[in-house]
T-cell receptor, first 111, second 112 residues
Framework: DAGVTQSPTHLIKTRGQHVTLRCSPISGHKSVSWYQQVLGQGPQFIFQYYEKEERGRGNFPDRFSARQFPNYSSELNVNALLLGDSALYLC??????????FGDGTRLSIL | LAKTTQPISMDSYEGQEVNITCSHNNIATNDYITWYQQFPSQGPRFIIQGYKTKVTNEVASLFIPADRKSSTLSLPRVSLSDTAVYYCLVGAGYSSASKIIFGSGTRLSIRP
Protein backbone atom coordinates (compact mmCIF):
# COMPACT_ATOMS: atom_id res chain seq x y z
CA ASP A 1 0.00 0.00 0.00
CA ALA A 2 1.24 3.48 -0.83
CA GLY A 3 2.06 5.67 2.13
CA VAL A 4 1.62 9.41 2.39
CA THR A 5 3.25 11.03 -0.62
CA GLN A 6 4.45 14.62 -0.78
CA SER A 7 5.68 16.71 -3.65
CA PRO A 8 8.07 18.14 -4.41
CA THR A 9 10.75 16.55 -2.24
CA HIS A 10 12.98 19.60 -2.39
CA LEU A 11 12.31 23.21 -3.31
CA ILE A 12 14.38 26.37 -3.40
CA LYS A 13 12.66 29.76 -3.34
CA THR A 14 13.67 33.35 -2.72
CA ARG A 15 12.28 35.76 -0.16
CA GLY A 16 8.90 37.21 -1.07
CA GLN A 17 7.89 34.37 -3.38
CA HIS A 18 5.03 31.99 -2.70
CA VAL A 19 5.05 28.21 -2.62
CA THR A 20 2.52 25.39 -2.91
CA LEU A 21 3.25 22.01 -1.35
CA ARG A 22 1.15 18.96 -2.10
CA CYS A 23 0.17 15.88 -0.15
CA SER A 24 -1.65 12.68 -1.05
CA PRO A 25 -2.91 10.78 1.99
CA ILE A 26 -3.06 7.05 2.43
CA SER A 27 -6.08 5.66 0.62
CA GLY A 28 -9.14 5.85 2.86
CA HIS A 29 -7.67 8.45 5.21
CA LYS A 30 -9.88 11.51 5.46
CA SER A 31 -7.77 13.53 7.91
CA VAL A 32 -4.69 15.41 6.72
CA SER A 33 -2.41 17.50 8.91
CA TRP A 34 0.54 19.73 8.08
CA TYR A 35 3.61 20.30 10.23
CA GLN A 36 6.71 22.47 10.00
CA GLN A 37 9.96 21.03 11.28
CA VAL A 38 12.93 23.31 11.71
CA LEU A 39 16.33 21.64 11.94
CA GLY A 40 16.96 20.23 15.41
CA GLN A 41 13.39 20.64 16.64
CA GLY A 42 10.26 18.54 16.70
CA PRO A 43 7.46 19.06 14.18
CA GLN A 44 5.13 22.01 14.84
CA PHE A 45 1.46 21.71 13.98
CA ILE A 46 0.20 24.06 11.23
CA PHE A 47 -3.22 22.81 10.05
CA GLN A 48 -5.55 19.85 10.20
CA TYR A 49 -8.30 19.12 7.69
CA TYR A 50 -10.96 16.50 7.96
CA GLU A 51 -13.54 15.89 5.26
CA LYS A 52 -12.43 19.13 3.56
CA GLU A 53 -13.12 21.22 6.64
CA GLU A 54 -10.43 22.93 8.70
CA ARG A 55 -10.39 21.25 12.07
CA GLY A 56 -7.46 23.00 13.68
CA ARG A 57 -4.87 25.67 13.14
CA GLY A 58 -1.55 26.14 14.85
CA ASN A 59 0.20 29.37 15.78
CA PHE A 60 1.28 30.38 12.28
CA PRO A 61 0.71 33.68 10.45
CA ASP A 62 -1.97 34.20 7.82
CA ARG A 63 0.70 33.79 5.14
CA PHE A 64 0.12 30.09 5.66
CA SER A 65 -3.04 28.59 4.22
CA ALA A 66 -4.21 25.15 3.21
CA ARG A 67 -7.08 23.31 1.69
CA GLN A 68 -8.28 19.75 1.20
CA PHE A 69 -9.81 18.47 -2.02
CA PRO A 70 -12.71 16.04 -2.56
CA ASN A 71 -10.21 13.20 -3.03
CA TYR A 72 -8.72 14.13 0.39
CA SER A 73 -5.42 15.31 -1.04
CA SER A 74 -4.22 18.61 0.33
CA GLU A 75 -2.17 21.67 -0.49
CA LEU A 76 -0.23 23.95 1.83
CA ASN A 77 0.37 27.45 0.52
CA VAL A 78 2.83 29.93 1.95
CA ASN A 79 2.95 33.53 0.69
CA ALA A 80 5.61 36.21 1.05
CA LEU A 81 8.28 33.71 2.01
CA LEU A 82 10.75 34.65 4.72
CA LEU A 83 14.16 33.15 5.44
CA GLY A 84 12.66 31.67 8.61
CA ASP A 85 10.24 29.59 6.57
CA SER A 86 13.13 27.31 5.59
CA ALA A 87 12.19 23.95 7.03
CA LEU A 88 10.98 20.42 6.37
CA TYR A 89 7.22 20.49 5.79
CA LEU A 90 5.51 17.27 6.77
CA CYS A 91 2.09 15.98 5.89
CA UNK A 92 0.34 13.29 7.91
CA UNK A 93 -2.87 11.40 7.31
CA UNK A 94 -5.01 9.26 9.55
CA UNK A 95 -8.28 7.52 10.04
CA UNK A 96 -10.53 9.09 12.64
CA UNK A 97 -9.03 8.64 16.13
CA UNK A 98 -6.09 6.62 14.82
CA UNK A 99 -2.36 7.42 14.86
CA UNK A 100 -1.06 9.68 12.13
CA UNK A 101 1.13 8.40 9.32
CA PHE A 102 3.68 10.85 7.99
CA GLY A 103 5.17 11.41 4.58
CA ASP A 104 8.88 12.15 4.19
CA GLY A 105 8.24 15.83 3.71
CA THR A 106 9.21 18.65 1.41
CA ARG A 107 12.52 20.34 2.17
CA LEU A 108 11.99 24.06 1.52
CA SER A 109 15.00 26.34 1.34
CA ILE A 110 14.61 30.12 1.17
CA LEU A 111 17.47 32.16 -0.24
CA LEU B 1 -2.35 21.16 26.20
CA ALA B 2 -0.36 18.30 27.64
CA LYS B 3 3.40 18.79 27.38
CA THR B 4 6.01 16.10 27.59
CA THR B 5 9.55 15.99 28.96
CA GLN B 6 12.13 13.54 27.63
CA PRO B 7 15.90 13.21 27.95
CA ILE B 8 17.65 15.15 25.19
CA SER B 9 19.94 12.26 24.30
CA MET B 10 20.84 8.69 25.21
CA ASP B 11 23.63 6.33 24.21
CA SER B 12 23.64 2.55 24.19
CA TYR B 13 25.26 -0.44 22.51
CA GLU B 14 24.04 -3.01 20.06
CA GLY B 15 22.15 -5.87 21.69
CA GLN B 16 21.19 -3.90 24.78
CA GLU B 17 17.67 -3.05 25.91
CA VAL B 18 16.97 0.69 25.83
CA ASN B 19 14.34 2.39 27.96
CA ILE B 20 13.31 5.97 27.22
CA THR B 21 11.11 7.64 29.82
CA CYS B 22 8.73 10.49 29.15
CA SER B 23 7.04 12.70 31.75
CA HIS B 24 3.56 14.06 31.11
CA ASN B 25 2.33 15.35 34.46
CA ASN B 26 -0.79 17.12 33.15
CA ILE B 27 -2.08 14.30 30.97
CA ALA B 28 -5.86 14.44 30.58
CA THR B 29 -8.24 11.57 31.21
CA ASN B 30 -8.91 10.93 27.54
CA ASP B 31 -5.32 11.41 26.32
CA TYR B 32 -3.43 8.55 24.68
CA ILE B 33 0.36 8.23 24.73
CA THR B 34 2.09 7.72 21.39
CA TRP B 35 5.73 7.26 20.40
CA TYR B 36 7.27 8.06 17.04
CA GLN B 37 10.72 7.39 15.58
CA GLN B 38 12.37 9.76 13.12
CA PHE B 39 15.44 9.31 10.95
CA PRO B 40 17.20 12.29 9.31
CA SER B 41 15.33 13.71 6.32
CA GLN B 42 12.38 11.37 6.86
CA GLY B 43 8.96 11.81 8.42
CA PRO B 44 8.21 10.44 11.89
CA ARG B 45 7.24 6.78 11.92
CA PHE B 46 4.61 5.46 14.35
CA ILE B 47 6.04 2.99 16.88
CA ILE B 48 3.42 2.32 19.53
CA GLN B 49 0.42 3.80 21.32
CA GLY B 50 -1.17 3.08 24.67
CA TYR B 51 -3.57 4.35 27.31
CA LYS B 52 -2.61 2.44 30.44
CA THR B 53 -0.61 -0.53 31.76
CA LYS B 54 1.48 -2.26 29.10
CA VAL B 55 1.31 -2.47 25.34
CA THR B 56 3.62 -4.61 23.21
CA ASN B 57 4.06 -4.95 19.48
CA GLU B 58 6.70 -6.45 17.23
CA VAL B 59 9.19 -3.63 17.72
CA ALA B 60 8.65 -2.15 21.19
CA SER B 61 6.85 -2.17 24.51
CA LEU B 62 5.19 0.74 26.23
CA PHE B 63 4.86 0.79 30.02
CA ILE B 64 2.39 3.21 31.62
CA PRO B 65 2.03 3.36 35.42
CA ALA B 66 -1.36 3.68 37.09
CA ASP B 67 -1.12 7.47 37.51
CA ARG B 68 -0.26 7.86 33.79
CA LYS B 69 2.05 10.80 34.56
CA SER B 70 4.93 9.10 32.79
CA SER B 71 5.55 6.37 30.27
CA THR B 72 8.54 4.28 29.21
CA LEU B 73 9.32 3.11 25.71
CA SER B 74 11.34 -0.10 25.77
CA LEU B 75 13.35 -1.19 22.74
CA PRO B 76 14.66 -4.75 23.10
CA ARG B 77 18.09 -5.69 21.72
CA VAL B 78 18.77 -2.50 19.80
CA SER B 79 20.83 -2.39 16.63
CA LEU B 80 22.71 0.38 14.85
CA SER B 81 19.60 1.03 12.75
CA ASP B 82 17.72 2.12 15.88
CA THR B 83 19.83 5.29 15.98
CA ALA B 84 17.17 7.99 15.58
CA VAL B 85 15.16 10.64 17.38
CA TYR B 86 12.25 9.34 19.46
CA TYR B 87 9.22 11.51 20.25
CA CYS B 88 6.69 11.00 23.02
CA LEU B 89 3.29 12.59 22.44
CA VAL B 90 0.10 12.83 24.42
CA GLY B 91 -3.23 13.71 22.88
CA ALA B 92 -6.91 13.00 22.75
CA GLY B 93 -7.03 10.85 19.66
CA TYR B 94 -6.31 12.14 16.21
CA SER B 95 -9.51 13.98 15.55
CA SER B 96 -7.75 16.85 17.34
CA ALA B 97 -4.27 16.99 15.87
CA SER B 98 -3.90 20.58 17.03
CA LYS B 99 -3.83 19.35 20.63
CA ILE B 100 -0.85 17.08 20.04
CA ILE B 101 2.54 18.62 20.73
CA PHE B 102 5.86 17.24 19.58
CA GLY B 103 8.67 18.11 21.98
CA SER B 104 12.32 18.09 20.97
CA GLY B 105 12.53 14.32 21.31
CA THR B 106 15.30 12.02 22.54
CA ARG B 107 18.28 11.50 20.27
CA LEU B 108 19.26 7.85 20.67
CA SER B 109 22.72 6.80 19.51
CA ILE B 110 23.59 3.11 19.27
CA ARG B 111 27.23 2.08 19.15
CA PRO B 112 28.72 -1.21 17.91
Amino acid sequence: DAGVTQSPTHLIKTRGQHVTLRCSPISGHKSVSWYQQVLGQGPQFIFQYYEKEERGRGNFPDRFSARQFPNYSSELNVNALLLGDSALYLCASSLENQPQHFGDGTRLSIL
Amino acid sequence: LAKTTQPISMDSYEGQEVNITCSHNNIATNDYITWYQQFPSQGPRFIIQGYKTKVTNEVASLFIPADRKSSTLSLPRVSLSDTAVYYCLVGAGYSSASKIIFGSGTRLSIRP
